[in-house]
């Protein structure tokens, strides 16, 4: 007889929200971090123009946007994962379609990720090999 | 707030996961209560918010490529994008701030500890609060004409 699932490769035998979960807290952690920085590198606008093209500039190298083509899809994760749990929330039957609402979810991001991947990456594309995309 | 942990850690094991209530229990008065009614009402509002801003700095056109000082200057001429982004930097903030005091709770067992690192992501967050407001308000381009 085969093996149970939950023999053979998990982790610890949770349900497969543990990994929604610890995704949306990841995420959660790294946007708020992000945040810190990001409101000092803006309130930096207020010492002109010198200051904060300084700034940006940072912002436009190749590197620092492939992290924001990661944070552009943390906040993306964070907010589709918020809504499937103010479902389970907020409508508790709806707890017994765990698995079709979670793939769900899952397609969603992915989903929305390709055709932003394309957007972004084309930009990033262009500045480190300086295509014309 | 120990109370939650050790709940958690008291769960039974084998406990049926499908039962009628997924994830997070609700936390049932008080402050908790609060919290979590808050963190879904702002989440819902940061949906368009924070999801809007991405989009909006990040992805369409040719993202962050175009922004430096003249592009701030002419969105903040309008009072619309102004609010747009205080509204965004209070609630991610509340938000955010709130979020991790709910992962310190998790991680961070000594009381004493617990409190000092929630002091000291509560004390980021208000200056962040004070600085960016103060920025959103007070920015006026024509302090640097163009020369």
């Known amino acids: ?133 | 707030m120990a109370v939650d942990t050790q709940e958690h850690a008291a769960e039974p094991a084998g406990r049926p996961r499908t039962g009628r209530r997924a994830g997070r229990e609700r936390p049932g008065a008080g402050f908790e209560l609060w919290s979590w009614l808050f963190m879904r009402v702002s989440g819902v509002v940061l949906l368009f918010l924070a999801v809007g801003h991405v989009l909006i700095m990040h992805v369409i056109d040719t993202g962050v490529s175009r922004v430096d000082f003249e592009f701030v200057a002419l969105r903040w001429e309008s009072p619309f994008w102004r609010t747009w982004d205080w509204a965004l930097l209070v609630l991610a903030l509340v938000h955010g701030i709130n979020g991790l005091r709910i992962v310190v709770q998790d991680y961070v067992r000594w009381p004493g500890v617990r409190f000092a690192v929630n002091m000291l992501f509560a004390v980021i967050g208000f200056s962040l609060f004070v600085l960016g407001t103060v920025i959103v308000f007070t920015f006026d381009p024509s302090d640097w004409p163009v020369t």
């Open chain 1, 1 to 133: 007889m085969a093996k149970r699932k939950s023999d053979i490769g998990t982790l610890y035998k949770g349900s497969p929200g543990q990994w929604s979960w610890l995704l949306h807290r990841i995420t959660g952690v790294a946007i708020i971090l992000f945040l810190f920085a990001h409101v000092v590198d803006t309130a930096v606008v207020g010492w002109g123009p010198d200051a904060y093209n300084r700034v940006t500039e940072v912002y436009h190298n190749w590197v620092v946007r492939v992290l924001e083509l990661g944070l552009v899809a943390a906040v993306l994760y964070h907010a589709i994962n918020g809504v499937k749990i103010m479902v389970f929330d907020f409508w508790p039957s709806s707890a017994r379609k765990m698995k079709p609402i979670s793939l769900a979810s899952t397609v969603l991001f992915i989903g929305s990720m390709i055709p932003i991947t394309w957007l972004m990456g084309r930009d990033i594309l262009n500045l480190a090999l300086g295509w014309d995309l």
